[in-house]
């Protein structure tokens, strides 16, 4: 139990395109799931919390307008990634929580060219 | 603001020898704290974690974690290592929020090298 899925798995898009990451919790509901971003050999770095039905929360220092987040309901959060350009390439990754326990997808590489 | 340093980037151990991954936490407050485990490919896989109680916790996969509060310490161990242990390892930590949810803050992560 407690599985939680991303898709796509990659992506690849031109510069200046949007593209969008689904994050879904396959068996449990969960109110909250977050968002992390993972450099290579990087660690992973908590971009914004994502809450059912309300706005997310962003970490200080993450564009709110570029990283839009939409967590329209328990077991489904996306992010988009606006006019995305090469520097937003990484590996992005989500979580969702389920009695305070965060359960991980397989994360989503993206690149852009 | 929490930190975490995972002091060894890489890792080599021989297969059927002992384990430490050393993780090191900076935080105020009372800690959760994690380690995970990321095969390429796969999500993180939590190994175990500490909240409270007793120092000494076991997890999955034949590992344990010793919490030193002195050291501020949260040492991940396991006595004989498996060629399929070879993988990423990270040490998290987050607030103690009871019935609340919050991000955690990791540490750069050790990679771990078995040798035949």
């Known amino acids: 139990g407690a599985v939680v899925s991303q898709h796509p798995s990659w992506v690849i898009c031109k510069s200046g395109t949007s593209v969008k990451i689904e994050c879904r919790s396959l068996d449990f509901q969960a109110t909250t799931m977050f968002w992390y971003r993972q450099f290579p050999k990087q660690s992973l770095m908590l971009m914004a919390t994502s809450n059912e039905g309300s706005k997310a929360t962003y970490e200080q220092g993450v564009e709110k307008d570029k990283f839009l987040i939409n967590h329209a309901s328990l077991t489904l959060s996306t992010l988009t990634v606006t006019s995305a350009h090469p520097e937003d390439s990484s590996f992005y990754i989500c979580s969702a929580d389920r009695y305070n326990e965060q359960f991980f997808g397989p994360g989503t590489r993206l690149t852009v060219l | 603001a929490q930190s975490v340093t995972q002091p060894d980037i890489h890792i080599t151990v021989s297969e059927g020898a002992s384990l430490e991954l050393r993780c090191n936490y900076s935080y105020g407050a009372t800690p959760y704290l994690f380690w995970y485990v990321q095969s390429p490919g796969q999500g993180l896989q939590l190994l175990l974690k500490?909240?409270?109680?007793?120092?000494l916790v076991q997890g999955i996969k034949g590992f344990e974690a010793e919490f030193k509060r002195s050291q501020s310490s949260f040492n991940l161990r396991k006595p004989s290592v498996h060629w399929s242990d070879a993988a990423e390892y990270f040490c998290a930590v987050g607030p103690f929020s009871g019935g609340g949810a919050d991000g955690l803050t990791f540490g750069k992560g050790t990679h771990l090298i078995i040798q035949p």
């Open positions: 500490y909240f409270s109680g007793d120092t």
